[in-house]
């Protein structure tokens, strides 16, 4: 599994992540030392952008400014461009809504930056009683991703982990109330870092209305043309499985890449048990462990496959609560 992680350098509490990458504690961090351990500690600056132009003779040159900026790591490597109006905010500060989660049983497990530091993350997972569906236990974690590059803005996004394969569950209950909670990187971003205090007691509640649902899934079962709907639902080029060939036009040959895909996705269902429940972790176990990344986090939690994941719960739920389901249409 690709990695892409800054220096090779993050730390974890627990089991090793990433093929045995990472500074293993005995103890969860303080936000602190979390930064430290995770090679974070450095400064982002913006600076403006300019080009040379030719003056009057030509051994004369003047700077000419673009109005526009770059980000830099420690004055060094550049991250991003970015506008006049986007303001950076240090490691330091974007981690500052931790100490939120600290104060509700929440203990940091891991943290790191991928892309050269483009991007930087830290996870940590709730301490409470054990959240079980069906037979699954859950545990619940939250994620704060953000980005140096001017790519995104911060990200807090809380999730769950299946803990037998540790798959990574996401889910969007409705476009109103969406469980990701966002900042700008624009004026007055660190003050709005309060914000994420009211945005975790949302979440507690979208945590058991979700966790409601994953338990009708245990009870719904699935015979094979109803999981092919569900998938084709929740993954639309699987559709167009099958489909390959030679393009006479542009002398390109299309690959078939639904197939393969379709394949593995039917396995898992098959061997955990051929339930609404098993059918969703079978597209979560695909995008998290069987698919190869060159960035695993940014792709698993942000990415396309994230969205999979999210639409693969947004359909299970759709027929979860649908006790007249007989195809998986949604």
């Known amino acids: 599994m690709a990695h892409q992680l800054l220096d090779d350098t993050m730390f974890y509490v627990g089991s090793t992540p990433w093929h045995e990458l ?32 030719k003056g009057k003779t030509p051994w004369h040159y003047k700077d000419i400014l673009t109005g526009h900026f770059v980000t830099l790591k420690d004055n060094k490597t550049v991250l991003g461009n970015v506008s006049k109006r986007y303001e ?46 069906g037979d699954d236990v859950i545990e619940r974690y939250a994620l704060l ?28 209950l409705s476009k109103k109330t969406p469980l990701r909670f966002s900042i700008k990187h624009t004026a007055n971003v660190k003050s709005r870092l309060d914000e994420v205090s009211d945005a975790l007691k949302f979440a507690e509640g979208n945590w058991q209305q979700a966790h409601e649902i994953m338990n009708r899934m245990v ?8 999981t092919t709907k569900y998938f084709e639902s929740v993954i639309p080029f699987l559709v167009h499985r099958g489909q390959s060939g030679k393009n006479e036009l542009y002398d390109v040959t299309k690959r078939d890449i639904g197939t393969p895909v379709f394949h593995q996705l039917m396995n898992n269902w098959a061997k955990e048990g051929e339930t609404l ?33 999210r639409n693969a719960f947004k359909n299970a739920a759709i027929i979860a609560n649908n006790p007249t389901f007989t195809g998986a249409s949604a």
């Open 277 to 309: 429940w098993h059918a969703y972790n079978a597209v979560t176990e695909y995008y998290d462990h069987q698919k190869t990344y060159k960035d695993w986090v940014w792709s698993t939690q942000f990415g396309k496959p994230a969205q999979y994941k």
């Open 22 to 53: 990472g500074i293993p504690l005995d103890n969860p961090p303080t936000i602190e030392e979390a930064i430290k351990l995770a090679n974070l500690d450095w400064e982002v600056t913006k600076v403006p952008t300019f080009y040379k132009s």
């Open 219 to 226: 009870d719904v079962k699935m015979d094979y043309r109803q």
């Open 88 to 133: 950076v905010l240090q490691n330091v500060d974007a981690f500052s809504p931790f100490s939120v989660l600290l104060d509700n049983n929440y203990k940091l497990e891991t943290a790191g930056a991928v892309r050269d530091g483009k991007m930087v993350w830290i996870l940590a997972k709730k301490d409470e009683k054990t959240v079980k569906v």
């Open 145 to 172: 991703m953000n980005s140096h590059d001017g790519s995104t803005p911060v990200f807090l996004q809380p999730t769950n982990i299946r803990v037998v394969c540790a798959n990574t569950l996401d889910f969007a």
